[in-house]
């Protein structure tokens, strides 16, 4: 089953704005991470926060971790156009690597309009 | 920079038939990973192989056999196609680093549609 929930499942603004997403889990995890998909390509690893960490930035990307709630969040700031494309959480529950066993939620599909 | 490779891009078979999805990194990865995208349903995790010799199982592994003689290559066979395998397949690959875990490098993707 999966293990993270992303809500909203699809969303829409305009350049400019913030997008947020936001990622539930179910179980303890080591870490989670997030990736980004554009249309008909593979995923692209954007960020891995720890299960110690609280914050983590990277460019105009902010995620957050709330372990007693079991949940993240993933803020785009000043989105562009080219920020359009699907976002999933991924998380892993292994410390020491059990095979690439991570667990992606359903994603959040953002849409950027110009 | 290659990465990930994944062949062939688009595959229509019929019911019954087999087909062996290839799935190549350049990286010198240990860890390979095979997975299936569905609409809304996010990406579920097939087979995966920590090195070579060593394969298990993922979240959805039936129908599927796996098979990793070298540290590149990670093919995934279908062994009788059925309906319910139309779907995207991804390949990912990533490395041990410090012992965390290191963030998954995915290939395009193999469109597959079983009719």
């Known amino acids: 089953s999966q293990q993270g929930e992303e809500d909203p499942q699809a969303l829409s603004i305009q350049e400019g704005e913030n997008a947020t997403m936001n990622c539930s889990y179910k179980t303890s995890i080591n870490n989670l991470q997030w990736y980004r998909q554009n249309s008909g390509r593979g995923l692209v690893h954007l960020i891995l926060i720890r299960s110690n960490e609280r914050e983590k930035h990277s460019g105009r990307l902010r995620v957050t971790l709330d372990t007693s709630k079991k949940s993240s969040s993933l803020l785009i700031t000043a989105s562009r156009a080219a920020d359009t494309a699907s976002y999933f959480c991924a998380t892993s529950r292994s410390r020491y690597n059990q095979g690439g066993k991570l667990i992606f939620g359903q994603g959040t599909e953002l849409s950027v309009k110009p | 920079n290659a990465g990930v490779t994944q062949t062939p891009k688009f595959q229509v078979l019929k019911t019954g038939q087999s087909m062996t999805l290839q799935c190549a990194q350049d990286?010198?990865?240990?860890?390979m990973s095979w997975y299936r995208q569905d609409p809304g349903m996010g990406l579920r995790l097939i087979h995966y192989?920590?090195?070579?010799?060593?394969?298990d199982q993922g979240e959805v592994p039936n129908g599927y056999n796996v098979s990793r003689s070298t540290t590149e290559d990670f093919p995934l066979r279908l062994l009788s196609a059925a309906p319910s395998q139309t779907s995207v397949y991804f390949c990912?690959?990533?490395?041990?680093?410090?012992?965390?875990?290191?963030?998954?490098?995915f290939g395009d993707g193999t469109r597959l549609s079983i009719l």
């Open positions: 990912a690959s990533s490395s041990t680093g410090t012992g965390v875990r290191q963030p998954q490098h």
């Open positions: 990286m010198n990865h240990e860890y």
């Open positions: 192989s920590v090195g070579a010799g060593i394969t």
